[in-house]
């Protein structure tokens, strides 16, 4: 894998296939590889640019929570390194919250968005005390504690159990100081309602209809504040609809990237 080091930290990355580049940002605690059926068959016709965001992956954790705006920015490092000045910026849950602080950070560089199973808010007050309670039993314990925790949610119940132990592995490798770095980097997100309604490009919403960690009114919610957007639903998918039914997820994001001109 590609690798740039920032500000002292070392970044991984995948770039493949050729053709108008197409950013992937992966899910918490996951990295790079929850594309693998996207960068199995759709870099064909598309440069596909994946990141493990830093303290994933073979990503490097750097000091202090892993807030959304950095792990954009690591984005935008990584797409200039690919001679990249614009790309369609896709990222599922926490891949969402970073893709929506690269809109805020360089809106120029968005050339469409693609937001799956995430949301425009940020947490409450609970939910930002639950993100650090769990980073610190993650610290203490583990990602295991993120097995036991997340993976029934991750996925909806009829998901492929091969698919279901590749998330897991994912899981596995996640490092407990990545981990807890995201957690509460992620708590400390803004909302993004503004920044959404704010652009005017094109845009494609999708969940999973089984999604049991992000409530599917929240992709709603993103369709409605999105004017150029369009918003599917997957059946028979969780939370990793890229994953879990790939195929009708790689035909949705294939029609729509046909749709897109220059
Ligand atoms: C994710 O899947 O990236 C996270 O569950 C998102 C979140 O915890 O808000």
């Given at each position: 894998m590609p690798t740039l080091t920032r500000a002292g930290v070392s970044l991984s990355y995948r770039d493949e296939g050729k053709g108008p580049a197409v950013l992937l940002l992966h899910a918490f605690p996951?990295?790079?590889?929850?594309?693998w059926p996207q960068l199995e068959s759709l870099s064909g016709k598309w440069r596909l640019i994946a990141p493990d965001h830093r303290?994933?992956?073979q990503s490097k954790v750097g000091q202090g929570p892993t807030e959304m705006r950095t792990m954009a920015e690591d984005a935008l490092a990584i797409l200039d390194a690919c001679g990249v000045d614009r790309a369609v910026v896709a990222g599922v849950s926490m891949g969402g919250y970073a893709a929506m602080a690269l809109l805020r950070v360089a809106?120029?560089?968005?050339r469409a968005l693609v937001l799956v199973d995430t949301q425009a808010r940020a947490d409450d007050e609970e939910g930002r005390a639950r993100r650090e309670q769990t980073a610190r039993a993650v610290e203490e314990r583990g990602v295991e504690v993120l097995v036991e925790s997340m993976l029934p949610k991750l996925?909806?119940?009829?998901?492929k159990p091969e698919v279901r132990s590749r998330i897991k592995r994912q899981i596995e490798a996640a490092s407990r100081q990545g981990a807890a770095a995201a957690l509460r980097g992620m708590a400390l997100r803004p909302d993004s309602r503004e920044v959404l309604k704010e652009f005017k490009g094109p845009a494609l919403v999708v969940a999973g209809?089984?999604?049991?960690?992000?409530?599917v009114d929240r992709a709603e919610e993103l369709a409605g504040l999105l004017s150029g957007s369009r918003l599917v639903k997957l059946p028979?998918?969780?939370?990793?609809?890229?994953?879990?039914?790939a195929e009708a997820f790689n035909r949705e994001l294939h029609a729509f990237l046909s749709t897109l001109n220059g």
């Amino acid at each position: 894998m590609p690798t740039l080091t920032r500000a002292g930290v070392s970044l991984s990355y995948r770039d493949e296939g050729k053709g108008p580049a197409v950013l992937l940002l992966h899910a918490f605690p996951l990295n790079s590889d929850c594309y693998w059926p996207q960068l199995e068959s759709l870099s064909g016709k598309w440069r596909l640019i994946a990141p493990d965001h830093r303290g994933f992956g073979q990503s490097k954790v750097g000091q202090g929570p892993t807030e959304m705006r950095t792990m954009a920015e690591d984005a935008l490092a990584i797409l200039d390194a690919c001679g990249v000045d614009r790309a369609v910026v896709a990222g599922v849950s926490m891949g969402g919250y970073a893709a929506m602080a690269l809109l805020r950070v360089a809106p120029s560089r968005v050339r469409a968005l693609v937001l799956v199973d995430t949301q425009a808010r940020a947490d409450d007050e609970e939910g930002r005390a639950r993100r650090e309670q769990t980073a610190r039993a993650v610290e203490e314990r583990g990602v295991e504690v993120l097995v036991e925790s997340m993976l029934p949610k991750l996925v909806a119940p009829e998901c492929k159990p091969e698919v279901r132990s590749r998330i897991k592995r994912q899981i596995e490798a996640a490092s407990r100081q990545g981990a807890a770095a995201a957690l509460r980097g992620m708590a400390l997100r803004p909302d993004s309602r503004e920044v959404l309604k704010e652009f005017k490009g094109p845009a494609l919403v999708v969940a999973g209809e089984k999604d049991a960690i992000i409530p599917v009114d929240r992709a709603e919610e993103l369709a409605g504040l999105l004017s150029g957007s369009r918003l599917v639903k997957l059946p028979g998918a969780g939370h990793l609809p890229q994953v879990e039914v790939a195929e009708a997820f790689n035909r949705e994001l294939h029609a729509f990237l046909s749709t897109l001109n220059g």
